[in-house]
């Protein structure tokens, strides 16, 4: 069972940064980050190809850069220009073939 630990969120005033990270127990998966704000769907916001591809939520696009260290089996989630709307518990994601991975997840509060 792959372990996924998250860190890095917390309160932002609006325009500010956040730096997600992901710690995974093994390699060798494609990763990326979900969210899921208050009454709403879990929705993809990025994610990254083991060969390092990456691909955007538009809502991000520009403002988020996701990326990863394979040396650490971690994976990133450079949060810049927050907006209110970020806010949500923001998910780890592992995945390959048919198998799939969360962590606990981590909760982002982009508030004044």
């Known amino acids: 069972q792959l372990q996924l630990v998250e860190s890095g969120g917390g309160l932002v005033q609006p325009g500010g940064s956040l730096r997600l990270s992901c710690a995974a127990s093994?390699?060798?998966?494609?990763m990326a980050w979900y969210r899921q704000a208050p009454g709403k769907q879990r929705e993809l916001v990025a994610g990254?190809?083991?060969?390092?591809?990456?691909n955007y939520a538009d809502s991000v696009k520009g403002r988020f850069t996701i990326s990863r260290d394979n040396a650490k089996n971690t994976v990133y989630l450079q949060m810049d220009s927050l907006k209110p709307e970020d806010t949500g518990v923001y998910y780890c994601?592992?995945?390959?073939?048919?198998?799939?991975?969360w962590g606990q997840g981590t909760q982002v509060t982009v508030s004044s």
């Open positions: 994601n592992a995945w390959g073939g048919p198998l799939h991975y």
């Open positions: 093994a390699s060798g998966f494609n």
């Open positions: 990254i190809t083991r060969g390092g591809i990456t």
